[in-house]
Protein backbone atom coordinates (compact mmCIF):
# COMPACT_ATOMS: atom_id res chain seq x y z
CA UNK A 1 0.00 0.00 0.00
CA UNK A 2 2.98 2.43 0.86
CA UNK A 3 4.15 2.02 -2.36
CA UNK A 4 1.11 2.37 -4.41
CA UNK A 5 1.15 5.99 -2.96
CA UNK A 6 4.73 6.43 -3.67
CA UNK A 7 5.94 6.34 -0.21
CA UNK A 8 9.01 4.19 1.24
CA UNK A 9 8.88 2.46 4.14
CA UNK A 10 12.40 3.65 5.30
CA UNK A 11 11.15 7.06 5.42
CA UNK A 12 8.53 6.12 8.03
CA UNK A 13 10.06 7.21 11.53
CA UNK A 14 6.84 5.67 13.56
CA UNK A 15 3.78 3.42 13.78
CA UNK A 16 0.77 3.98 15.84
CA UNK A 17 -2.88 2.03 16.09
CA UNK A 18 -4.58 0.16 18.88
CA UNK A 19 -3.79 -3.02 20.63
CA UNK A 20 -5.11 -5.87 18.62
CA UNK A 21 -2.85 -8.84 17.77
CA UNK A 22 -2.21 -8.39 14.02
CA UNK A 23 -1.32 -4.94 14.71
CA UNK A 24 1.22 -5.29 17.11
CA UNK A 25 1.44 -8.84 17.55
CA UNK A 26 5.16 -9.52 18.37
CA UNK A 27 5.85 -12.46 15.40
CA UNK A 28 3.28 -11.60 12.59
CA UNK A 29 1.72 -8.25 13.37
CA UNK A 30 2.01 -5.26 10.98
CA UNK A 31 4.36 -3.60 13.98
CA UNK A 32 6.32 -6.74 13.61
CA UNK A 33 6.72 -6.21 10.01
CA UNK A 34 7.64 -3.16 9.57
CA UNK A 35 9.77 -3.13 12.29
CA UNK A 36 11.94 -6.14 10.82
CA UNK A 37 12.39 -3.85 7.12
CA UNK A 38 12.60 -0.15 9.20
CA UNK A 39 14.80 -0.47 12.65
CA UNK A 40 13.59 3.52 13.63
CA UNK A 41 9.66 3.50 12.89
CA UNK A 42 8.91 2.52 16.58
CA UNK A 43 5.22 1.74 17.81
CA UNK A 44 3.13 3.90 19.86
CA UNK A 45 -0.10 2.75 20.98
CA UNK A 46 -2.59 5.13 19.26
CA UNK A 47 -3.21 8.24 22.21
CA UNK A 48 -7.23 8.45 20.98
CA UNK A 49 -7.73 4.22 22.00
CA UNK A 50 -5.94 5.12 25.02
CA UNK A 51 -8.62 7.83 26.20
CA UNK A 52 -11.33 5.35 24.95
CA UNK A 53 -10.23 2.91 27.23
CA UNK A 54 -10.13 5.67 29.89
CA UNK A 55 -13.46 7.05 29.27
CA UNK A 56 -14.59 3.53 29.47
CA UNK A 57 -13.38 2.63 32.82
CA UNK A 58 -14.76 5.66 34.17
CA UNK A 59 -18.07 4.64 33.10
CA UNK A 60 -17.73 1.13 34.30
CA UNK A 61 -17.13 2.66 37.90
CA UNK A 62 -19.70 5.64 37.91
CA UNK A 63 -23.11 3.95 38.10
CA UNK A 64 -25.32 7.29 36.78
CA UNK A 65 -22.77 7.54 34.09
CA UNK A 66 -23.11 3.99 33.18
CA UNK A 67 -26.84 4.04 33.67
CA UNK A 68 -26.83 7.09 31.31
CA UNK A 69 -25.26 5.22 28.43
CA UNK A 70 -27.34 1.54 29.03
CA UNK A 71 -30.11 4.12 27.99
CA UNK A 72 -29.01 5.78 25.56
CA UNK A 73 -28.12 2.52 23.62
CA UNK A 74 -31.48 0.89 24.64
CA UNK A 75 -32.79 4.01 23.17
CA UNK A 76 -30.48 3.68 20.07
CA UNK A 77 -31.51 -0.31 19.61
CA UNK A 78 -35.13 0.42 20.08
CA UNK A 79 -35.08 3.24 17.19
CA UNK A 80 -32.69 1.14 15.20
CA UNK A 81 -34.50 -1.74 15.02
CA UNK A 82 -37.56 -0.46 12.92
CA UNK A 83 -37.43 1.24 9.63
CA UNK A 84 -41.46 2.79 11.13
CA UNK A 85 -39.75 4.44 13.66
CA UNK A 86 -36.60 5.33 11.86
CA UNK A 87 -38.36 7.14 9.54
CA UNK A 88 -40.73 8.76 12.79
CA UNK A 89 -37.41 9.92 14.15
CA UNK A 90 -35.88 11.14 10.59
CA UNK A 91 -39.48 13.17 10.11
CA UNK A 92 -39.05 14.57 13.52
CA UNK A 93 -35.78 15.73 12.69
CA UNK A 94 -36.00 17.13 9.36
CA UNK A 95 -39.36 19.44 10.85
CA UNK A 96 -37.22 20.85 13.61
CA UNK A 97 -34.47 21.78 11.46
CA UNK A 98 -37.09 23.31 8.67
CA UNK A 99 -38.54 25.36 12.12
CA UNK A 100 -35.00 26.47 12.85
CA UNK A 101 -34.53 27.37 9.24
CA UNK A 102 -37.36 29.39 8.90
CA UNK A 103 -37.39 31.49 12.36
CA UNK A 104 -33.02 31.62 11.16
CA UNK A 105 -31.52 30.47 14.25
CA UNK A 106 -29.10 28.00 12.13
CA UNK A 107 -26.93 28.78 9.61
CA UNK A 108 -27.24 27.04 6.00
CA UNK A 109 -24.51 26.24 4.30
CA UNK A 110 -22.46 22.46 2.86
CA UNK A 111 -22.28 20.02 5.55
CA UNK A 112 -24.54 21.92 8.08
CA UNK A 113 -28.11 20.34 9.14
CA UNK A 114 -27.92 16.70 7.84
CA UNK A 115 -29.29 14.31 8.85
CA UNK A 116 -28.49 12.25 12.32
CA UNK A 117 -28.38 8.72 12.48
CA UNK A 118 -28.50 6.88 16.10
CA UNK A 119 -25.31 5.78 17.20
CA UNK A 120 -24.50 3.40 20.08
CA UNK A 121 -21.55 3.98 22.56
CA UNK A 122 -19.33 1.46 22.29
CA UNK A 123 -16.07 0.32 24.32
CA UNK A 124 -13.87 0.27 21.49
CA UNK A 125 -14.47 3.55 18.94
CA UNK A 126 -12.90 6.63 21.01
CA UNK A 127 -15.68 9.25 19.97
CA UNK A 128 -18.74 6.50 20.38
CA UNK A 129 -19.83 8.17 23.86
CA UNK A 130 -19.56 11.45 22.05
CA UNK A 131 -21.51 10.57 18.94
CA UNK A 132 -23.83 9.13 20.91
CA UNK A 133 -25.04 11.88 23.12
CA UNK A 134 -24.63 14.53 20.07
CA UNK A 135 -26.63 12.52 17.66
CA UNK A 136 -29.55 11.72 20.04
CA UNK A 137 -29.99 14.79 22.15
CA UNK A 138 -31.65 17.07 18.90
CA UNK A 139 -34.08 14.18 19.13
Known amino acids: ?15 GYDGTSN ?22 HCFAHHL ?3 VVAVIKHHSEIELLFSIVSNISNVIRASAKR ?6 KHVVKILETLQSGDVKIGK ?15 WSSHYHALANLTPM
Open 111 to 125: GLNQELVLKRPGDTR
Open 23 to 44: MRGEFNGLRTLILKQNESASYI
Open 86 to 91: RRCSSK
Open 1 to 15: MLAKHGLRLSNLCGQ
Open 52 to 54: QLA
